[in-house]
């Protein structure tokens, strides 16, 4: 299976911080990577898909990077309610696998 | 508008079968993706089983061989068995759905599933 690790585990961060979160990938994927937001109690949303391309009605303030196996998502101007538990997953070889996480927490 | 809901029993015996049914709605069951996955504090997110839209299922083989998913587009469900249960397979179930695998698109709310005896 492909690993994926996460960086940080954790982050104490304010309101107005810009954040970066990085996800490795065990060995190379392309750009199959999917960055996801989940809420406490609540299942995880979709926010970057294909490393880098945003949903829609995701605010602009997300933005994703990266190729192979290196990836990041940042997070400018963080917002109140953007403090959440983020997980990177890649979809190139089943099973697809994902990060362990990276929680948000207000400082 | 996409909507999964998730439905089965919240308790489980250990060597049981685990059964779970997604009831679907909004989205074409032969042409989404359709998962199953399952999310632990311990081991976190695990996708366990998948199906892409050539009808085809793929299981993690983590789960050495013990679980089946199967798609019924006439009643707009998908299901899940885990057989063989243990203390292991505690965890929050998510059914969801994609238009391809660029990513999970639209998840269940997710259903708490203990096996204990």
């Known amino acids: 299976d492909i690993q994926m690790s996460q960086s940080p585990s954790s982050l104490s961060t304010s309101v107005g911080d810009r954040v970066t979160i990085t996800c490795r990938a065990s060995q190379a994927i392309v750009d199959s990577l999917h960055w996801y937001q989940q809420m406490p109690g609540k299942a995880p949303k979709l926010l970057i898909h294909d490393a880098s391309n945003l949903e829609t009605g995701v605010p602009s303030r997300f933005s994703g990077s990266g190729s192979g196996t290196h990836f990041t998502l940042t997070i400018n101007s963080l917002q109140p309610e953007d403090f959440a538990t983020y997980f990177c997953q890649q979809s190139e070889t089943f099973p697809y696998t994902f990060g362990q996480g990276t929680r948000l927490e207000i400082k | 508008q996409v909507h999964l809901q998730a439905s089965g029993p919240g308790l489980v015996k250990p060597s049981e079968t685990l059964s779970l049914t997604c009831t679907v709605s909004g989205a074409s069951m032969n042409t989404f993706y359709w998962s199953w996955i399952r999310q632990t504090p311990g081991r976190g997110l695990e996708l366990i089983a998948y199906?892409?839209?050539?009808?085809?299922?793929n299981y993690n083989p983590s789960l050495n061989g013990r679980v089946t998913m199967s798609v019924d587009a006439s009643t707009s469900q998908f299901s899940l068995k885990l057989i063989s249960v243990t203390a292991a397979d505690t965890a929050i179930y998510y059914c969801?759905?994609?238009?391809?695998?660029?990513?999970?698109?639209?998840w269940g709310q997710g259903t708490l599933v203990t096996v204990t005896s």
């Open positions: 199906r892409d839209n050539s009808g085809r299922p």
């Open positions: 969801a759905g994609s238009f391809s695998n660029s990513g999970i698109d639209y």
